[in-house]
């Protein structure tokens, strides 16, 4: 037996290290496996399923081109341009959860433009900027909004606001006169979720109050009459959110919306004088009024308000859903 020895401990040597050493090489790959997979898509994907996939196609009107953006970067892109960056984060989120919605709304519906875009960057739907835009517009201040900015999209990534099942028509503006209004009192649809409310923080905003000053000849270009003298000037109805139903200048009736778009006016709470030849207009508020109000937002989140509260304020009814319910594409894409 002596004389196998030798032939025996061989083998068992051979067999360790044929066991030991594929161990030993593998083992340090696994310790940092967590790490390596915590940085890869695979895992962004499990903890935000919608931020890696989902394109929104946006028709930019300074190159007249299209270009497709990922649908979270788009919303970051909306909300940097939209919100003052320095707005409370709770308003930001709101914000988010606003301009998420809308663009999925646009998307589940037949383009209304013939740009060749879901939606356009400009105000007829929400205004845009790229990264590279806002590297430009912001400059030294670029790190810290952009970071606020990701972080309000990041943390309601994927949400759309919805009411009986489907996303809303999530319209917001600057500022109230101290209330919103009803949806059919500045467009042609009454929608359940867009009432009158509350919004009495509005008049902090430094937008709340301001005075347009025409020449008569302008105004009476601008809408088509003549103010001569004697002509009654007066606001003959009003809204439930307080501002000019209808306004009639002589023989001719306007709405305040007319009277607001054709003049350029901030609101469709305005007040008329006629003073040394002049026509001076003093409005309240800025923007059409219907939906969420930005400084409205922002006064509530002061005030210690959540951004699901905000949203709740000022979109009746309304509940928080997953866009990949309703554009199954915007789930991950692998």
């Not at 009654?232 to 007319?258: N, Q, Y």
């Given at each position: 037996m002596k004389k196998f020895q030798p032939v025996f401990v061989a083998v068992v040597i051979l067999f360790v290290m044929v066991m030991i050493i594929p161990t030993l090489l593998v083992m340090p790959?696994?310790?940092?496996?967590?790490?390596?997979?915590?940085?890869?898509?695979?895992?962004?994907?499990?903890?935000?399923?919608?931020?890696?996939?989902?394109?929104?196609?946006?028709?930019?009107?300074?190159?007249q081109t299209v270009e497709t953006i990922p649908l979270e970067d788009y919303v970051i892109g909306v909300v940097a341009t939209e919100m003052p960056a320095d707005f409370e984060m709770e308003a930001l989120k709101a914000q988010a959860l606003s301009a998420r919605t809308y663009i999925v709304k646009a998307k589940m519906n037949e383009p209304t433009n013939l740009s060749g875009g879901d939606v356009t960057d400009t105000v007829k739907d929400q205004v845009y900027k790229?990264?590279?835009?806002?590297?430009?517009?912001?400059?030294?201040?670029?790190?810290w909004k952009i970071t606020r900015i990701r972080q309000a999209v990041e943390e309601t990534s994927g949400k759309v606001l919805t009411y009986n099942?489907?996303?809303?028509?999530?319209?917001?503006?600057?500022?109230?006169?101290?209330?919103?209004?009803?949806?059919?009192?500045y467009w042609s649809s009454s929608l359940p979720y867009l009432r009158s409310?509350?919004?009495?923080?509005?008049?902090?905003?430094?937008?709340?109050?301001?005075?347009?000053?025409?020449?008569?000849?302008?105004?009476?270009?601008?809408?088509?009459?003549?103010?001569?003298?004697?002509?009654?000037?007066k606001e003959?109805?009003?809204?439930?959110?307080?501002?000019?139903a209808k306004f009639k200048i002589g023989d001719k009736i306007f709405t305040g919306k007319e009277v607001r778009e054709k003049l350029g006016l901030r609101s469709s709470d305005f007040t008329?004088?006629?003073?040394?030849?002049?026509?001076?207009?003093?409005?309240?508020?800025?923007?059409?009024?219907?939906?969420?109000?930005?400084?409205?937002?922002?006064?509530?989140?002061k005030e210690g308000k959540r951004y699901k509260e905000i949203v709740g304020h000022y979109y009746s009814g309304v509940e928080i859903s997953e866009a990949s319910a309703f554009l199954p594409e915007f789930t991950a894409q692998k």
């Amino acid at each position: 037996m002596k004389k196998f020895q030798p032939v025996f401990v061989a083998v068992v040597i051979l067999f360790v290290m044929v066991m030991i050493i594929p161990t030993l090489l593998v083992m340090p790959n696994q310790e940092q496996a967590p790490l390596a997979k915590k940085d890869s898509k695979e895992a962004v994907v499990k903890t935000s399923p919608v931020v890696q996939g989902g394109v929104v196609a946006v028709f930019r009107a300074n190159t007249q081109t299209v270009e497709t953006i990922p649908l979270e970067d788009y919303v970051i892109g909306v909300v940097a341009t939209e919100m003052p960056a320095d707005f409370e984060m709770e308003a930001l989120k709101a914000q988010a959860l606003s301009a998420r919605t809308y663009i999925v709304k646009a998307k589940m519906n037949e383009p209304t433009n013939l740009s060749g875009g879901d939606v356009t960057d400009t105000v007829k739907d929400q205004v845009y900027k790229s990264d590279a835009e806002l590297r430009s517009l912001w400059k030294n201040d670029y790190q810290w909004k952009i970071t606020r900015i990701r972080q309000a999209v990041e943390e309601t990534s994927g949400k759309v606001l919805t009411y009986n099942g489907q996303p809303i028509t999530a319209s917001f503006f600057s500022t109230s006169n101290g209330l919103t209004e009803n949806s059919e009192d500045y467009w042609s649809s009454s929608l359940p979720y867009l009432r009158s409310v509350d919004s009495h923080w509005d008049s902090e905003s430094p937008k709340f109050n301001s005075q347009s000053a025409f020449s008569v000849a302008d105004v009476e270009a601008r809408l088509s009459v003549k103010l001569s003298k004697g002509a009654e000037v007066k606001e003959i109805a009003e809204t439930a959110g307080k501002r000019v139903a209808k306004f009639k200048i002589g023989d001719k009736i306007f709405t305040g919306k007319e009277v607001r778009e054709k003049l350029g006016l901030r609101s469709s709470d305005f007040t008329w004088k006629q003073k040394d030849g002049q026509i001076i207009i003093d409005t309240k508020g800025y923007g059409h009024g219907v939906g969420m109000s930005q400084y409205g937002a922002n006064g509530m989140a002061k005030e210690g308000k959540r951004y699901k509260e905000i949203v709740g304020h000022y979109y009746s009814g309304v509940e928080i859903s997953e866009a990949s319910a309703f554009l199954p594409e915007f789930t991950a894409q692998k």
